[in-house]
């Protein structure tokens, strides 16, 4: 039964993707069916931007649904409410009015809420699943709004129409759209300081899922951003873009500063998730500040950067979530200090997981440093505009760029080195054993995907090009290139992955080949690790990931506000002597303490001051109703 | 076709071959700075063959990314060294991805590196991964934001035309940004390649050290690709300044009389660049770990001021 409900999945992935792909390459195509929905029936239509999202959709479920068919019984027993949750996350991209995009979005959100809630006897997941239903409808509240008001102002619930009729409206309601509708999508794509459920919700779903939803479902909020401040609303003033920009810039910052400090291994990787979306923030808002400036081909470039990176980082953290899924089963915890040596236990999972490490860390020649790239050359472009507070904007966010890809690469090496090198730290991570074939081919085609999508940029890059293209109307081709390299931004800059990898490639085999010519190597020996004279070397005396972090703490001391609690019992006779240590580190979010403990105080201070009307006496209420009707005669 | 390729081997033998001669130098003269006849200049070559020839311990406790890393190295400061204008204005592989590309490459660098220091198991390795990923993290924005200071007033991205360019028309470096550019960029040199006042790297005083500590568990052939590579990066770094905020010298055609002349500028160029080095480091005294990072922020803080003064006055 599992395996026909998720092999059912896998094909609607395939046929996601397929169906994508050609409305990538310009199909189109549209149902319509009237009595079906209220308020203007169901309305789907392909187009080239929905198309991209749809294939992205589909080409994440195909791996997560085969790893989720080798998952163990309590971890892949809601399978049905799976296969809910992927086609519902078609229907989003493809929904063309108000409603039918309403009713995708909230069945989304209500399977991927009781996926999260699949360990029902956890406190903390029970409480992850009520945060992020709390968040997710705060998001769909002001996406109503947004919509419904769209709506009343053009007179028409359809996308469509939105496109023809929004550029006349009063740029106040336009902007006032905007807000509303980019705070709803802003929350779904995890943006600070929006993401307070993402790292909640993702770890606690089954691995498979949190793939799905990292790698994929908060990529559905980037598409609304897209929508709104690209398409529906028509060209937007530039703090749109700005603001986009610089949540962006927050988000992938904080994102992976948090991640840093974070030892449990798939909330590491859900800060990530944070931190990525902020990245393709960088190019979609470099996007609408070029648009507004009237530079299309230069919008193009940022919007291709966003798209590419979108795909990208659905490659690899769908990679690391069932890589991470994998290490989980085997070691049965989440927590990085009881891991290690696992590249000895399982050196499939370890070497996908290094891959996708890598691939995240932006590292040349994988798919990561293409995009990263792709946007660090869109946002140089600012030598275009001439308003020195915008160059002064994209200047910080080339700054935030650099420091992140920076900051991920310390952070994949603990991940990686502190989960699966060295020795292991406990019992469990001693005896792990290798994940089920299943798992292993949906990591290997996950691994093939990072890497292909690195080497192949003179080809996706055309393809995501034209999908931009469609949305900015009559832009001009940003890149132009043969096979071998890419050219952006008129000969600004070049790019060539497979000269990169054939480079690294021939200097990594002719020095080893030409070591054993010029001097052949004497034997190896192995022996133990160099001890400083100690006699037994224990994984006791390894380094930790909370050490490893611990120069980040002290720089960043200011963000994360450590609180540290030492406690030493001496041995009574001697201070030399130490019987006991304790050590205590905590971080605390200032998101947490500065925006939403407030904004929760005043709201139940709020809900308190009205509990004094809830008498609870009829009488009373039917005072309510008549003060109300008289009120409401009085003001009309 | 053939030509590049001639170039590109030519290239790789200069630096190659050149990293641990410039390295060789820059102990002489500090141990004449402070005093000491110290070492030839060529004794970098005779230490790297010897170990060469020595016997590999590796830990029973490592894996497969240990044995790779000294190889991964090794293959990416190669790679990079075809992408930095070494002494032809047009290095080979300045299509492949210009200075991001440079940068990025050095982090992989890192990255396997750190990963190795990890693998062993031991103390010493996990504490000079730590800290050398820190480094390199913080380091990372001062790098990008300086070069794109530069590249911003030369109206391109690709290395070897800002040297161009700023060979041709030498008035646009005559800028207080230009200036303020070196300064970060030399101090994000020192941190990256892990000289003084970051890291020491004549030090073998564990709790104090950052790239010895990651490496110590190397031996052998393996040691030699590593400390080979290291000199690779510290060439690479030195060059990139030498051209880049002195850029007279480099040739456009690849005739052998021309080249020669690019050689002997180059080395001119290093050889000061060197002596600074040497009395910076004979001068100053290692920094505490924990400023480092007040260092790097201040070289980050010069960076962007000279972008922003770039951008002012356009």
């Known amino acids: 039964m599992n395996g026909l409900v998720y092999g059912l999945a896998a094909f609607v992935g395939i046929v996601a993707t397929a169906l994508g792909c050609y409305g990538m390459v310009g199909g189109t195509g549209a149902v319509r069916l009237a009595w079906l929905v209220p308020l203007g029936g169901l309305d789907l239509t392909l187009d080239s931007l929905g198309a991209f999202f749809l294939a992205l959709i589909g080409f994440a479920a195909v791996p997560t649904s085969i790893y989720a068919m080798a998952a163990p019984p309590d971890e892949s027993k809601a399978r049905f409410t799976f296969l809910g949750f992927v086609l519902s996350m078609c229907l989003v991209p493809l929904a063309a009015n108000t409603m039918t995009f309403v009713i995708a979005?909230?069945?989304?959100?209500?399977?991927?809420?009781?996926?999260?809630?699949?360990?029902?006897?956890?406190?903390?997941?029970?409480?992850?699943?009520?945060?992020?239903?709390?968040?997710?409808?705060?998001?769909?509240?002001?996406?109503?709004?947004?919509?419904?008001?769209?709506?009343?102002?053009?007179?028409?619930?359809?996308?469509?129409?939105?496109r023809a009729a929004a550029p006349a409206l009063a740029s106040g309601a336009r902007s006032g759209a905007f807000i509303l509708l980019a705070l709803g999508f802003a929350g779904k794509a995890g943006v600070i300081p929006l993401?307070?459920?993402?790292?909640?919700?993702?770890?606690?779903?089954?691995?498979?899922?949190?793939?799905?939803?990292?790698?994929?479902m908060i990529k559905l909020g980037v598409y609304g951003l897209a929508r709104v401040s690209l398409d529906w609303l028509g060209?937007?003033?530039?703090?749109?873009?700005?603001?986009?920009?610089?949540?962006?810039?927050?988000?992938?910052?904080?994102?992976?500063?948090?991640?840093?400090?974070?030892?449990?291994?798939?909330?590491?990787?859900?800060?990530?998730?944070?931190?990525?979306?902020?990245?393709?923030?960088?190019?979609?808002?470099?996007?609408?500040?070029?648009?507004?400036?009237?530079?299309?081909?230069?919008?193009?470039?940022?919007?291709t950067a966003a798209l590419y990176h979108t795909v990208n980082h659905a490659a690899f953290k769908a990679l690391l979530f069932l890589g991470?899924?994998?290490?989980?089963?085997?070691?049965?915890?989440?927590?990085?200090?009881?891991?290690?040596?696992?590249?000895?236990?399982?050196?499939?999972?370890?070497?996908?997981?290094?891959?996708?490490?890598?691939?995240?860390?932006?590292?040349?020649?994988?798919?990561?440093?293409?995009?990263?790239?792709?946007t660090f050359v869109a946002l140089f472009q600012n030598r275009h505009l001439s308003s020195i507070g915008l160059n002064l904007v994209f200047v910080l966010g080339i700054a935030s760029l650099a420091l992140t890809g920076g900051l991920a690469m310390a952070c994949f090496v603990k991940a990686f080195g502190i989960t699966f090198l060295a020795l292991p730290r406990s019992d469990a991570a001693a005896s792990a054993v290798e994940a089920p074939v299943a798992t292993r081919l949906a990591m290997v085609m996950l691994a093939a995907a990072c890497v292909g999508l690195g080497l192949g940029p003179t080809v996706i890059v055309p393809a995501l090009g034209a999908v931009g293209a469609s949305v900015l109307e009559r832009a001009a081709p940003a890149m132009v290139g043969d096979w071998l390299t890419l050219e952006v931004a008129g000969g600004y800059a070049s790019l060539s992955a497979l000269a990169i990898a054939i480079a690294l490639g021939a200097a990594f085999i002719v020095p080893m080949a030409a070591l054993r010519l010029v001097r052949a190597p004497h034997r190896t020996r192995d022996y133990e690790t160099w001890g400083c004279g100690r006699i037994v070397q224990t994984a006791r005396m390894e380094y930790t990931a909370t050490a490893f972090a611990s120069p980040f703490k002290r720089v960043f001391d200011f963000f994360y506000r450590t609180t540290t609690r030492l406690d030493i019992e001496f041995h009574p006779q001697s201070r030399f002597f130490v019987q006991r240590i304790e050590y205590e580190n905590h971080t605390s979010s200032i998101f947490h303490d500065w925006l939403y403990r407030p904004a929760l105080e005043l709201l139940r201070a709020g809900a308190r001051a009205a509990g004094g009307l809830q008498s609870g006496s009829a009488n009373l209420y039917l005072a309510y109703i008549l003060a109300a009707l008289l009120l409401m005669l009085v003001l009309t | 076709m053939i030509v590049e390729a001639g170039v590109a081997i030519v290239q790789l033998m200069v630096v190659g071959l050149g990293a641990p001669l410039l390295l060789g130098m820059l102990r002489t003269v500090k141990a004449r700075l402070v005093g000491r006849r110290g070492p030839r200049p060529w004794q970098p070559y005779a230490d790297l063959w010897k170990l060469l020839g020595k016997e590999v311990v590796v830990?029973?406790?490592?894996?497969?990314?240990?044995?790779?890393?000294?190889?991964?190295?090794?293959?990416?400061?190669?790679?990079?060294?075809?992408?930095?204008?070494?002494?032809?204005?047009?290095?080979?592989?300045?299509?492949?991805g210009n200075i991001i590309l440079l940068v990025y490459l050095f982090m992989l660098a890192t990255f396997f590196l750190a990963l190795a220091g990890l693998d062993a198991g031991s103390a010493f390795g996990g504490m000079g991964a730590s800290r050398e990923v820190a480094v390199a993290a913080l380091a990372e924005p001062t790098i990008i934001v300086a070069v794109f200071a530069l590249a911003l007033r030369a109206d391109t991205i690709d290395l070897g035309r800002v040297v161009e360019r700023f060979g041709h028309e030498p008035w646009l470096a005559a800028n207080p940004a230009h200036l303020l550019a070196f300064a970060a960029f030399f101090i994000v040199m020192l941190a990256e390649t892990g000289r003084l006042p970051v890291d020491n790297p004549a030090t073998h005083l564990e709790l104090t050290m950052i790239h010895e500590a990651m490496v110590l568990e190397y031996s052998g052939r393996y040691l030699a690709l590593v400390e080979w590579a290291g000199a690779i990066k510290f060439f690479l770094f030195m060059t990139l300044l030498a051209n880049l905020f002195f850029p007279w010298g480099l040739t456009s055609s690849v005739g052998p009389g021309a080249m020669l002349l690019a050689l002997v500028a180059l080395g001119g160029k290093l050889a000061v660049l060197t002596g600074a080095v040497a009395v910076l480091e004979t001068?100053?005294?290692?920094?505490?770990?924990?400023?480092?990072?007040?260092?790097?922020a201040g070289s980050f803080a010069l960076?962007?001021?000279?972008l922003m003064a770039v951008i002012l006055v356009q």
């Open chain 1, 324 to 374: 991470a899924g994998a290490v989980v089963h085997a070691t049965g915890t989440r927590n990085m200090e009881a891991m290690g040596g696992l590249i000895k236990r399982m050196p499939w999972t370890a070497a996908c997981f290094l891959v996708g490490s890598a691939a995240i860390a932006a590292l040349p020649p994988l798919n990561g440093f293409v995009s990263e790239w792709l």
């Open chain 1, 105 to 162: 979005w909230e069945l989304m959100s209500i399977t991927s809420y009781f996926l999260v809630l699949q360990d029902r006897e956890s406190r903390s997941s029970v409480y992850a699943g009520w945060v992020y239903a709390v968040m997710t409808h705060a998001g769909l509240a002001c996406l109503l709004a947004g919509m419904l008001l769209l709506g009343a102002w053009t007179g028409s619930p359809r996308f469509e129409d939105w």
């Open chain 2, 283 to 296: 001068s100053v005294a290692k920094l505490r770990l924990f400023r480092v990072p007040e260092l790097l």
């Open chain 1, 235 to 303: 060209i937007g003033p530039a703090w749109w873009g700005l603001t986009i920009l610089i949540a962006g810039a927050a988000s992938s910052v904080i994102g992976v500063l948090y991640a840093l400090v974070d030892h449990d291994l798939k909330r590491l990787l859900a800060f990530h998730s944070i931190e990525n979306v902020g990245i393709i923030l960088l190019g979609l808002g470099s996007s609408v500040v070029f648009q507004a400036a009237g530079q299309p081909t230069l919008a193009l470039l940022g919007l």
């Open chain 2, 59 to 96: 830990s029973t406790t490592s894996s497969w990314v240990f044995r790779a890393t000294p190889y991964v190295l090794v293959a990416t400061v190669l790679v990079a060294a075809l992408i930095v204008p070494v002494f032809v204005a047009h290095p080979p592989l300045a299509f492949a």
């Open chain 1, 195 to 216: 993401h307070v459920w993402l790292p909640l919700a993702h770890p606690a779903a089954p691995s498979h899922v949190s793939a799905l939803m990292s790698g994929v």
């Open chain 2, 303 to 306: 960076a962007f001021l000279s």
